[in-house]
């Protein structure tokens, strides 16, 4: 399936088995902003708990905390959002649109890609079997030409952007002739910086209000209980404190479903260390949390993982882990060294000390810090999409599966009498009883087996436990799985330990203590 249409099918599924709804869709939705329905609900609770479980049950030295969404005004001005948390922005004077300039330059440089795919298809049509792919990408004077324009317009915007250079990137979109989508003109204003926190106010009495936001993201509500949290906990260096929680971001170009919204939640971790050994523990953190993603068995070849080259002004080493998204490779987590820049920034903004005391050297200092930053929604749609599957089965028939990591699955367990009598519904009630209290099952009596079945592929359930008239005399279940579907007859009571071994949390986990 092309990769555009993976997406628009996703969205659809998401819709069609309550995993994700337009928000507010009575009222015909608000831009960029999605509920998780009832099965959704399950799947972003499972990634959570992935994520919660791995930093701090397999750390000992990691504790989680939960911060409120609004902190003192001057948080953000110490932490650097304030000046400059901002989007390029540009707009038409003729349709009065208004686009992010960089990403309209992204989409420039895009359309040439697309023109070298032009290129390539018409060779090989002109060549056939004979046809060199990377030769002639190498020596095609056509794609040579796009190549190196694209070049130059890369450089000339990274250096348009790292300079904050608006004036010139203006001219780039003016020099290249970018047409607005709706009105076709050129007719662009001035870029100009736009900060893309929420702000709000507070405080009811007129003129005691004062203007608060809504946090752009987790970690800085982890530095300013850098103390409490090290004092409270008796926790030594090196050590760690977790946030999962929601951040917001008034994104201009918000779009291709829940990966750019301008409510998500964030899975941050900050660990602190002893200045010197930051890049050793980034390390640590690189090769600890490429573990972590590649164990949900989602392919190796779905990530990529990319060096920052360019490093924002308080970071000494940074790269991205990249997924392979329906929209291509972006990115779903960031590792980055941020030096002591944060805590500093607090330490001068609060005029409070927030130093970490060594009792082996007698010495104070300010620890240094290695962040990891996970999109919790885009963890989500990057297990849907590698998830998502459609099957041709070899009676000619078709089926949709969603072949989500077991201990991940809404539901881990299906539970199906094969008929409305003769007693199989109490044994399969009793069967659930059994089950419950570990595991989220769901029961389901209507509808033939097969169409049964089907239902359970289609939101992702990996084992279906079907209970027919053998069960009554041998205590014994056929249990179906959802990726093979091979079916094996299993006695009742060896169920907890078959559940255990293939969808239980220490089945996940277990790879990673
Ligand atoms: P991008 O370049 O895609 O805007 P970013 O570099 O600004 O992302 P960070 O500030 O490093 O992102 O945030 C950490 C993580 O939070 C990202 O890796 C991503 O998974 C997630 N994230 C950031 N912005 C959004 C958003 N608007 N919607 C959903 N998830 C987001």
Same mark, same amino acid.
């Given at each position: 399936m092309e990769q555009k249409d993976l997406l628009k099918e996703i969205i659809s599924h998401c819709k069609e088995y309550g995993y994700v709804f337009p928000s507010s869709e009575i009222y015909d939705g608000l831009a960029a902003t999605y509920d998780y329905g009832q099965l959704g609900a399950e799947l972003k609770n499972n990634i959570k708990t992935y994520w919660w479980k791995a930093m701090t049950q397999l750390n000992s030295n990691i504790v989680g905390i939960d911060s409120a969404i609004f902190m003192h005004p001057t948080t953000w001005k110490a932490s650097g959002h304030v000046d400059a948390f901002n989007d390029p922005l540009i707009d038409n004077k003729d349709s009065k649109k208004r686009y992010r300039a960089d990403v309209l330059l992204e989409e420039y440089l895009e359309k040439q890609t697309q023109k070298i795919q032009k290129e390539v298809e018409k060779g090989e049509k002109r060549f056939g079997d004979s046809f060199d792919k990377t030769q002639f990408i190498a020596t095609n004077p056509n794609v040579l030409r796009i190549k190196e324009k694209q070049t130059q317009v890369q450089e000339r915007m990274k250096t348009a952007l790292n300079e904050s250079n608006l004036e010139d990137l203006r001219q780039l979109i003016i020099d290249l002739e970018i047409v607005c989508p709706i009105s076709g003109s050129k007719n662009w204003t001035e870029v100009r910086q736009f900060n893309l926190m929420f702000s709000t106010s507070l405080g009811s009495v007129a003129g005691e209000s004062s203007t608060i936001y809504l946090r752009p993201e987790t970690a800085q509500g982890i530095f300013v209980n850098f103390l409490n949290v090290q004092k409270s906990g008796r926790m030594k260096i090196p050590f760690g404190i977790a946030q999962i929680g929601k951040a917001f971001r008034n994104e201009i170009v918000a779009r291709q479903f829940i990966f750019r919204m301008r409510e998500f939640e964030q899975m941050e971790m900050q660990f602190f260390v002893k200045p010197g050994e930051e890049l050793t523990w980034y390390e640590h953190w690189k090769e600890a949390r490429k573990k972590w993603h590649l $164990?949900?068995?989602?392919? *190796?070849?779905?990530?990529? +993982?990319?060096?920052?080259?360019?490093?924002?002004?308080?970071?000494? /080493? /940074?790269?991205?882990? *990249?997924? $392979? +998204?329906?929209?291509?490779?972006? *990115?779903?987590e960031g590792i980055h060294s941020r030096t002591d820049f944060d805590l500093k920034q607090h330490e001068l903004h609060s005029g409070k000390k927030l130093q970490y005391f060594d009792p082996s050297t007698n010495e104070s200092y300010v620890p240094f810090v290695i962040e990891t930053s996970v999109g919790l929604d885009r963890m989500f749609l990057s297990v849907l999409s590698a998830s998502y599957t459609e099957e041709k089965l070899e009676d000619g028939s078709e089926r949709t599966v969603l072949k989500i990591p077991a201990a991940l699955a809404p539901y881990k367990i299906a539970v199906l009498p094969l008929i409305k009598k003769d007693g199989l519904p109490e044994k399969a009630q009793e069967i659930m009883r059994m089950l419950h209290l570990d595991y989220t099952i769901q029961y389901d009596e209507k509808d033939s087996i097969g169409k049964r079945y089907r239902r359970q592929d289609a939101i992702g359930t990996p084992f279906a436990i079907t209970v027919d008239h053998e069960t009554l005399e041998s205590n014994t279940v056929t249990i179906r799985n959802r990726d093979t579907m091979t079916q094996e007859r299993i006695a009742i009571e060896s169920l907890p330990a078959f559940l255990n071994t293939h969808c239980s949390w220490s089945s996940l986990l277990g790879a990673l203590a």
């Open positions: $164990n949900l068995g989602l392919g *190796e070849k779905n990530y990529r +993982f990319h060096d920052h080259i360019k490093l924002a002004h308080y970071a000494n /080493a /940074a790269c991205d882990i *990249e997924f $392979n +998204f329906p929209m291509g490779f972006k *990115e779903l």
